[in-house]
Every structure is written in structure tokens, then in C-alpha cells.
């Protein structure tokens, strides 16, 4: 069953059926203003952080669901009757009215059809203002002039959402309201930035700035009372819970339309007259959602695709892109998973998202591996959790006032004390930004970005490539009793029992380090290290397929009583995705091996909707394998079909030709393919969601936690890199692709520092790898170096058997 479709003229997913199984994500905002909004107008907005500037308040996991939110209601004054623009929170019957959510990239419009009345909302942040503007259209369809009452609502928040969910008698006491001249004010007045505004570009016929006195105590957002009596009461007050409602009296002959604008925005009465100026003719705000267009576009034109599978197309010129950009822009923690409750960067998934959309975020992405730089310590593990500003320079310092020191809130520990110790360090944070700063290199071509110099969490600096050594240096250091890397407290598996035991995972991803390292070293002349690090690489190579090689598969690793993890002697958890995946994708499995490991992958874990995290579940906590064994079977880490690691199969499988295998992975995960059957899936199918239920569980194939998920960035890269093949290369671009067999061709327009390459592959012997002839402007050529000159270039490949 499908309740909407891609429209892929306007880059909108089209929900036609509102009444989803689940809240369908979208987010708002490019820069520092961000709201997370749902299909019925319900979620959030925040300024910097999540966690310390809330601007309006989020209900978490209760019912009914993601509200608050951004709400227009319209009555009727003939007969009191009254909607919402947005489905929710009003809830018409869907048989008496007509509702439809686009969900744009960066804009989000809410439609709707009622009793003659067409009416439109549609919300953005525009670039370079922090407000969100809700851009209203009302109509009348029917063939009389009708009385009609609009009313505006949003709840503001306290800022700091750990005291707005905790202790009221801060958050009661130090938030206040007022109204002047068509503005209403939302005043923490005991903070820095502590203003908000909610204005809009016409002369409110009434205002009410107290939750309490719209909705009314004993009502919801459904029926709030004001709404009902027609009216709003004018309240303020210093203290107590603020809203947005502003009323306009409406009399809209037949076929009339109007347009009313409203703005949410950071500040005082100042900014707000700004922003009502800055629109005051609403066509400027045409033009904001032109330039927030070409924002997207201009991403957009760094890779496009256009190939045999609109899944691809459509997910990676658009979507996919979209997913992994907003996962670079904003941390995990701004979702409704995560609602905002924590702030700051996860070391291990911020350094993989970096490494995904550097050809279409080279600044956001540099950024995210500078911070990540700065989070690293001297023994070269990083800080698993950490806010930019704690170790940003003092030139930055702007960026390192805590936001907000409440006498309530557990004073956060200064300078070095931030710095956790091995005991708390993930064992493969830090090797993830070994390859997204080669890969970062690669697409810029800034070689000198490598001996800058960055500080270290605990004290002094280096070089990017000293950075990068001493990563590899701290795995090889902490290696346990078999030889293999340490697990420390945890690898990328966070439910996996590490402790005092060792990770299969982290020694494949020190060997792809190192061959990132050797690969360098080799490119800026460092020759004697470049010998160093391939004989280090080869050592670990024998060691790994020696030690980890179970037969059929790789292991696990090993739990702190030296039991090995996903053995042929394990009744539960025999087989596992991630070292075998690692094992092919890092180079270091033997031949023979890799296929083994491969086909074990196909023949344990393959399910139509995606590859499981292992197999069979685990079903009897066991505290030496850990939490993962106390997730119900299924879920989670516990035997789901977890997105993140799946591209790194597609990815694994087109190293080894295998381009038809590949793509039916890629296909069996792809949201696209899942609009069909969304009473299955259950959540959108524009975005990756971080884990499917598995075979073991009753709800198999359902899809949870949408959009905030590494999945978006890897799936992204895995296609771009593996299947379609398009590689950055220190001065090449490589161009390899690994595709069905059954492809006849394919084109990618793709910008590399600064030139344009129309790329056209074809597959006349339909091989699924391997490039028989290629050619640059019409002349045969083995590579395609990278030209800096601005230009176009248009390439030819053919693909076929090599002789
Ligand atoms: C979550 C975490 C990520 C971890 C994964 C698997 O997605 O954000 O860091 O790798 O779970 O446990």
C-alpha cells in the first residue's frame, strides 16, 4: 500500500494519505536555525544546539504523537466550525477533508481542502535569517464570501530542554511574554540570547501569549479553547508556559486568496521588524526558496546520475544526498529519537558522515574533520562524545561560552578534565577519520591540508598526517591476548561486550587505515614510511586471515574470557556482518577467503528487505557477549537488518566484481523500492531509517529511526564510489564501475575540482566490472587526470572483458 509518490520535477516526496503508520521526518534550515518537523506540522526548533537553545517545546514519545507544533488553525464564524492546515492537530475526518504534505528539501508545504476552503502552509528557514516563516495562503473555492477567523499557534521552550523536562521551578519562573504592535515576545530574560519572536506581516486582530489561556487546561492542540470560542484574551505575564497566537479576521469574497507570512525567529522587537521589512513584499520570499533551491541544486550538479534504475537516480540525485548532507549538518541528536536532549558529536558517526558528501560540502565537511582532529588525544583515540567548542582554539572563543551555566545544571568540567581516559574510548572512533581525511585530500586535491597543524584534547598539536599516525599507532598498540585490536569499551557495535576482549571489526579498519596511510605516504614522498606502513599492512594481513578465519567466515572477535563471537559453534550470533565485510572491503582477506566470507554473508544474513546485523539472534542474556543479548530478537543489534553496515556489502561485493549481487543488496535496503508497501514498512521511503526488524521478530520489515542514521552518508558513498564507480584518486578520477550485468549504460555528470566530467559508460558484453577502453575528449587514454581548468570534459567508457 502507497500513501504518497516522488515527484521528481519539484525534488518533493508527495504524501497523499496523511493517516501514516508513523511520523515521516523532514528538516528545515541550512545553517544554524534548525527545525525537525513531521507530516502534520508536529516538532521542533532550535538555534546552534538542540540541547541549550530550544525555541519551541517537543513532547517526546507520547500520544498523540510529535506535538507540539507549527499550527494555522481556520473557523468559520458562521458556524464555529474549525481545521488545521496540517492534518493534525485538528484530526477532520479524512473523508470530509482533503490533506496533502510535501516534503521538499528544506521546505515542508501542508495542504488542505475543507468545506470550500483550499488552504496552504508552507515553512522554511530562509538562508541568512534565523526565523522559520510559515507562508500561509488561504482561498476561497466556494461561490459565497465567507467570515473567517485564522489562528497562529507554536509553544515555546525553555532553552535548556533538560530543565524544561525537569525542574519547573527554574524554567516556570525566569520565562516570560508580551505583545507590542503585532509582535509577541518570548523573553528568558536571566540568558544570553535569551529572545524569541513571533511576528507576522499584517495587524493581528488579537493576540495570546499564555499556552494555557489557547488551549485551555483541560483541552489538547485539537480542540483548544480559544480556537472554539473565536476570540483570543490578549494574555501575557512574566513566568509560566508562552505561545504564538495571533488571530486575523478574514472576509473573503468568492475566489479570493490571501497570503499571510509568519515569522518565528532568534531575537527581539529589532529582528522582528527587520524580518517583517526584509518581506514585507512576500515576493522576496519567492526569491528565499529560489536561493535555498539553488542551494540544493548547486549540491546537486556535483553528481548527478542518470542510469537504468530509478531508485538510483532518484535516491542519489536527491535524497540519499539529502539524508547524508543533513546528517553532516546537524548531530544525530536533533530527531525524534534523540529529541534534542543531548548536544554535541559522536566521534565514530561524525567521522564516517564526513567522508560521505565531501563533493558537495567540502567546507562542512572539513569542518566536522578539523573539530574531530581537535577531539583526538595524544595516545590517538578520540573523544568518543564532544562539543566542537570544548576544543576549539581560543580565537574561536565565540563558539566556547557555554551557552548557558544554570545554578541547577551539574556544572560541566573545564579544559583537560574533558578528556576521558582509555577506559572510555571506543576502540574504532579514530580510525574512521583516517580514511575521510585521505578521502577529503583526494576531492579537494589539497595536499597541504595534510601538514597543518591541529591541537590534540590533552594538549599540544601536529599535523594532520602526525593526527593520522598516531590513530594508527594507538590500535597497534592495543592489541589483546589472540593479537587483535582491543575492544575497548566498545567498537562500532555500541551493544557488543568488548570489554577486556577483541574486535575483528577494528583490525580490518587499522588495516584499511594503514593502507590510507601507505597510499599517502607514497603520494607526498614520505617513501621510507610509505615502506613502513606496507610492511606493518602485510603483518596484520597474515595475522588476521590466520587468527580470525573460522572456516567459512571471519569471527567477531573474541569477549573479555577469550570466548570467540560468531563462530560454526555458536548456537546464537554464528554469523556477523560487520568483520566480514571489513574483512573483503579493507583489502586484508585473501582471495579464496573474501568469496567464502561473501557468500556466508548471502547464505546467513540475505532477507529481502536488507542484510541482518548477525545470525541466528541472540535469545538469553549473556553479559560476556553484552546488551546485545538483552535487545528482544530481531531489534536493534540483536539480529535487525541495521542499514549503516550494509553498504559496506555492496561495497565489499563490487571490490569483487560482483556489480549484480551489489545492486540486489542495494535494491533490498532502498527505501524507494518500499513505497509500495508502506503497511510494512511503516516509515518513509525517502530516507534510510537506522534498523528494519529482522526475521527473528513479528513486525519483519519494519522500518525505525528515520533520517539521523550513518546509512544515508554510507549508501550515499557506496553507490557513488562502488557501484557507479566514480572515485576521487590523489590526481585522478577514478572510473570503475561495478553494475548489473544486465545494464547497457549509464551517464554521471560529476564535478572534480572545478571541471565538469560528463561521464557515459556503456556495457555492450554487459560484464558487471571492468573498463576496456576509455577516452578523454575523444582521444584514448588510460586515465582521467584531474584538469583544473574550469572546463567540461566529456568521457567515454566501455566496459568489457580485460584482455
Ligand atoms: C547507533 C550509534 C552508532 C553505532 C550504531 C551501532 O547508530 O549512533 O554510533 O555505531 O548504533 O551500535
Redesign the pocket.
Known amino acids: 500500500m502507497r500513501y504518497g509518490y516522488f515527484d521528481k520535477e519539484k525534488d518533493e516526496y508527495v504524501i497523499e494519505r496523511v493517516d501514516l503508520p508513523t511520523s515521516w521526518t523532514n528538516y528545515l534550515g541550512v545553517e544554524d536555525m534548525c527545525a525537525v518537523v513531521n507530516h502534520t506540522a508536529g516538532g521542533y526548533l532550535f538555534y546552534k544546539s538542540p540541547e541549550y537553545h530550544r525555541i519551541t517545546r517537543f513532547r517526546a514519545n507520547a500520544v498523540p504523537m510529535d506535538r507540539p507544533g507549527d499550527y494555522i488553525y481556520i473557523r468559520d464564524a458562521e458556524d464555529g466550525d474549525y481545521f488545521s492546515i496540517s492534518w493534525q492537530p485538528v484530526g477532520k475526518p479524512l473523508d470530509k477533508a482533503k490533506y496533502v504534505t510535501r516534503h521538499g528539501l528544506s521546505v515542508i508545504t501542508y495542504e488542505c481542502d475543507y468545506k470550500g476552503i483550499h488552504a496552504s502552509q508552507k515553512m522554511s528557514i530562509p538562508i541568512g535569517d534565523n526565523a522559520l516563516v510559515w507562508d500561509v495562503r488561504i482561498r476561497n473555492d466556494s461561490d459565497r464570501e465567507r467570515q473567517l477567523d485564522v489562528f497562529s499557534y507554536a509553544e515555546f521552550s525553555y532553552h535548556h530542554v533538560p530543565i524544561d523536562n525537569q525542574n519547573f521551578q527554574m524554567s516556570l519562573y525566569c520565562a516570560g511574554s508580551e505583545y507590542r504592535d503585532g509582535t509577541i515576545l518570548h523573553d528568558l530574560f536571566y540568558e544570553e540570547e535569551g529572545y524569541q519572536y513571533f511576528t507576522a506581516n499584517f495587524t493581528p486582530d488579537g493576540f495570546e501569549c499564555l499556552r494555557d489561556e489557547f488551549i485551555g487546561i483541560y483541552n489538547t492542540e485539537s480542540n483548544p479553547q480559544a480556537v472554539i470560542r473565536g476570540s483570543l484574551g490578549g494574555s501575557f505575564e512574566k513566568g509560566g508556559n508562552h505561545c504564538a497566537g495571533l488571530q486575523k479576521k478574514l472576509s473573503l469574497s468568492a475566489g479570493e486568496e490571501v497570503r499571510l507570512v509568519y515569522f518565528l525567529g532568534e531575537g527581539g522587537y529589532k529582528e522582528a521588524d527587520e524580518i517583517k521589512k526584509k518581506y514585507n513584499d512576500p515576493s522576496k520570499l519567492d526569491e528565499a526558496y529560489e536561493s535555498l533551491r539553488d542551494f540544493w541544486r548547486d549540491k546537486q550538479k556535483m553528481f548527478s546520475v542518470k542510469s537504468p534504475e530509478d531508485g538510483i537516480d532518484t535516491m542519489i540525485n536527491t535524497w540519499t544526498l539529502y539524508q547524508a548532507e543533513i546528517n553532516v549538518m546537524f548531530s ?1 541528536f536533533a530527531s525524534f529519537i534523540e529529541v534534542g536532549g543531548r548536544t554535541g558529536l ?1 566521534y ?2 561524525t567521522a564516517q558522515d564526513a567522508m560521505t558528501v565531501i563533493a558537495s560540502n567540502p567546507t562542512g565537511c572539513k569542518k566536522r574533520i578539523t573539530e574531530l582532529l581537535r577531539a583526538l588525544t595524544t595516545s590517538g583515540y578520540g573523544i568518543h562524545l564532544f562539543e566542537p567548542r570544548w576544543f576549539a582554539p581560543k580565537d574561536e572563543s565565540e563558539v566556547k561560552k557555554k551557552p548557558f551555566k544554570s545554578p541547577t545544571v551539574i556544572p560541566e568540567p573545564e579544559g583537560k578534565s574533558k578528556v576521558h581516559g582509555i577506559d572510555d574510548a571506543c576502540s574504532d572512533d579514530a580510525l574512521w577519520l583516517v580514511p575521510s581525511i585521505v578521502e577529503y585530500v583526494k576531492e579537494s586535491g589539497d595536499i597541504s591540508f595534510l601538514t597543518e597543524k591541529y591541537g590534540y584534547a590533552d594538549g599540544g598539536e601536529g599535523t594532520v598526517y602526525e593526527h593520522m599516525k598516531k590513530i594508527v599507532e594507538f590500535s597497534e598498540r592495543e592489541v589483546g591476548r589472540n593479537g587483535i585490536c582491543k575492544g575497548l569499551r566498545a567498537d ?4 557488543l561486550n568488548l570489554g577486556g576482549g577483541e574486535s575483528a571489526l577494528v583490525s580490518f579498519l587499522l588495516y584499511r587505515a594503514l593502507d590510507c596511510l601507505e597510499e599517502t605516504a607514497a603520494f607526498i614522498g614520505e617513501t621510507a614510511d610509505a615502506t613502513d606502513f606496507e610492511t606493518r599492512k602485510k603483518a596484520l594481513a597474515e595475522k588476521l586471515n590466520d587468527t580470525l578465519w573460522d572456516g567459512d567466515w571471519f569471527i567477531r572477535g573474541f569477549t573479555g574470557s577469550d570466548r570467540k563471537i560468531g563462530t560454526r559453534d555458536n548456537k546464537e550470533g554464528r554469523v556477523h556482518l560487520e568483520s566480514n565485510a571489513w574483512a573483503v572491503l579493507s583489502g586484508a582477506a585473501d582471495h579464496e577467503k573474501s568469496i567464502r566470507a561473501l557468500e556466508s554473508i548471502h547464505d546467513n544474513l540475505a532477507t529481502p528487505y536488507g542484510i541482518m546485523l548477525n545470525a541466528p539472534t541472540y535469545t538469553e542474556p549473556d553479559d560476556d557477549i553484552g546488551f546485545v543479548t538483552r535487545v528482544y530478537p530481531g531489534l536493534k ?1 540483536n539480529g535487525s537488518i ?1 542499514s ?1 553496515p550494509n553498504p559496506w556489502v555492496w561495497a565489499a561485493e563490487c571490490r569483487m566484481g560482483n556489480g549484480n549481487r551489489a545492486f540486489e543488496y542495494y535494491r533490498s535496503l532502498c527505501p524507494y523500492y518500499q513505497n509500495d508497501m508502506i503497511e510494512k514498512r511503516w516509515a518513509e521511503p525517502y530516507s534510510y531509517c ?1 534498523f528494519i526488524s529482522g526475521k527473528a521478530h513479528t513486525t519483519y520489515g519494519r522500518a525505525h529511526h528515520p533520517f539521523m ?2 546509512s544515508g552518508g554510507w549508501a550515499y558513498f557506496a553507490v557513488t564510489h562502488y557501484i557507479l564507480g566514480i572515485r576521487p584518486e590523489f590526481d585522478f578520477l577514478a572510473i570503475d564501475p561495478c553494475i548489473p550485468e544486465e545494464w547497457d549504460e549509464f551517464t554521471v555528470r560529476r564535478v572534480f575540482r572545478g571541471s565538469v566530467y560528463n561521464i557515459h559508460v556503456t556495457n555492450p558484453e554487459h560484464v558487471q566490472k571492468g573498463v576496456k577502453e576509455l577516452y578523454l575528449d575523444g582521444k584514448r587514454t588510460d586515465r582521467i587526470y584531474a584538469a583544473d581548468d574550469g572546463m567540461q570534459h566529456e568521457i567515454e567508457v566501455v566496459m568489457g572483458q580485460q584482455d
Open positions: 544525530r559522536g565514530r558517526d562500532w557495535n555500541d551493544c543489534e541495521f549503516h537506522q542514521t550513518g
